[in-house]
């Protein structure tokens, strides 16, 4: 983990209510996409409302295209730089600088990243993470992931104690109709 967010540091309790006070996401469903820079991940950004913070604050969801790696992130630009609040379901573990011994510092994915109130950033394990078939769940499902995400946030969707439904937007090769055998008229050979 790096250096010290002065942002978080100097305002701990607006980012406490940043994290965790009731918010709203008015999109449903989040349609990923393509992300520009690198076409092995799909990515959307939403707009977050606030309960009590007039800012303008962005769910961000990306997804590699194979694999169950993806991440889930709330950004608020105006308060600070990078993230403040995100969920790995995969990558590598982190090590929490913290007065424990060190084989207690590693935290494994999947985790949740945030900051305490010196700054120092910091990965966790929620309760439902620390139960290994939970983990794996969420792991291998990304609306579980938004679920999880979604309940430790104190997000709703559209005022209600639900998640979004997460769609991709790709096109495909050639339309497949179910009714039509595309192997209708060729004869076979014994």
């Known amino acids: 983990m790096g250096k010290s967010n002065i942002d978080v540091k100097d305002n701990y309790e607006y980012f406490k209510g940043l994290c965790y006070a009731e918010k709203n996401l008015k999109a449903n469903p989040i349609v990923l996409e393509p992300k520009r820079s690198n076409r092995d991940w799909l990515k959307q950004s939403e707009k977050i409302e ?11 969801v990306e997804k590699k ?19 403040y609040f995100r969920f790995d379901s995969d990558g590598p573990a982190h090590r929490n600088k913290t007065e424990l011994p060190l084989p207690e510092q590693k935290i494994t994915t999947p985790h949740f990243n945030t900051y305490d109130e010196k700054g120092q950033e910091y990965a966790y394990k929620s309760d439902v993470l620390k139960n290994e078939e939970d983990a794996k769940a969420i792991v291998e499902n990304l609306d579980f992931g938004i679920s999880h995400f979604f309940q430790e946030t104190n997000i709703k969707t559209n005022g209600k104690e639900e998640y979004p439904k997460i769609e991709v937007n790709e096109p495909e090769l050639f339309e497949v109709k179910p009714e039509n055998d595309p192997l209708n008229g060729i004869d076979f050979l014994d």
């Open 50 to 60: 606030h309960s009590t913070i007039d800012e303008d604050i962005n769910l961000v």
């Open 65 to 83: 295209i194979s694999l169950y790696k993806y991440g889930i992130k709330l950004h608020c630009p105006n308060f600070t730089e990078k993230p």
